[in-house]
């Protein structure tokens, strides 16, 4: 059974950090890309960032370059973003995504609140 569970979100103030992570299961997880996207109440799912299956080339959103870090750890079949300097904008539910050709698996989210 395919499943991507993330964990690591909360209440947070603004100018703290959050870790979140996504374990994966039931797939070659090393094989996949994989993606952390966000929805904020009332918009549209937007990309946060992401890295190929390897790890070695990384990519993110204008908004969140230079505080957000994607990274895996293909042995523990995880990934994580490291989310520093939060804003109360960063306020949404994070999804990891991993896909490969047309295969594509979502997490249930977790939910992140920057507030004071």
């Known amino acids: 059974q395919v499943q991507l569970v993330e964990s690591g979100g909360g209440l947070v103030q603004p100018g703290g950090s959050l870790r979140l992570s996504c374990a994966a299961s039931?797939?070659?997880?090393?094989?996949?890309?994989l993606y952390w996207y966000r929805q904020a109440p009332g918009k549209e799912r937007e990309l946060v960032a992401g890295?190929?299956?390897?790890?070695?080339?990384?990519t993110y959103a204008d908004p969140v370059k230079g505080r957000f870090t994607i990274s895996r750890d293909n042995a523990k079949n995880t990934a994580y973003l490291q989310m520093n300097s939060l804003k109360p904008e960063d306020t949404a539910v994070y999804y990891c995504?991993?896909?490969?050709?047309?295969?594509?698996?979502w997490g249930q989210g977790t939910q992140v609140t920057v507030s004071s």
């Open positions: 890295i190929l299956d390897t790890g070695g080339s990384t």
């Open positions: 039931g797939f070659t997880f090393s094989s996949y890309s």
């Open positions: 995504h991993a896909t490969l050709y047309f295969r594509h698996y």
